[in-house]
């Protein structure tokens, strides 16, 4: 997230309230589970994700998004209040992402073609990590990760075709601590 962004989503900036092109009904489910009780958020934010990720609107809105930045992540909503943000990517056949882990939670939602996510178990020194498993996200499916060592994964597109995912993750609060940045790790 870049500097401005950062601050407009940490204190509230007008310019991002309900400015999306994401269906409102989606951003209004996502606010509803990160304002509820903590113990069912998880449950919530994946309920959200797997009733919109099939929804005829989302599908059309994200396919047109990923289509105007290929190969980057498209910012598509940043919530007034600095709890989550909203990114959409695409995946061109055959891409693939680091070996990595993030400082925040993330869920995602696959719109458009299928990724493989590989799971890693990482080292106790630092920054190797050794592959454990992997498993496939098909179109309409969600995933919740935890934020820091919980979770060292790569995700790839090993489709034919592009594919399109919706990533939500959480963000910090401005009295927290400043945010651990993307690890990377050496696969063994």
Known sequence: MDA???VIALHGDSRCERESLLPEALITDIE???TGAPARFVHRLLGALRHHATDELLVRTVRDLAGTRPFRPHGAYIDPAGRFRIDVMTWQAGQVSTVHAHD???ALAIIDGW???DL???GSAGADAQH????AVLPGGVQYRLP???TVHRLRNVGSTPA???HVRGLRPVTAPAPLPQREYAEL
């Open 4 to 6: 401005e962004a950062n």
């Open 32 to 34: 509803r589970a990160c």
């Open 104 to 106: 925040t939670w993330r």
């Open 132 to 135: 454990a498993t992997s498993s």
């Open 148 to 150: 820091g060592n919980a």
């Open 115 to 117: 990724l493989r996510e």
């Open 120 to 122: 890693y178990d990482h």
């Open 164 to 166: 399109v995912s919706l």
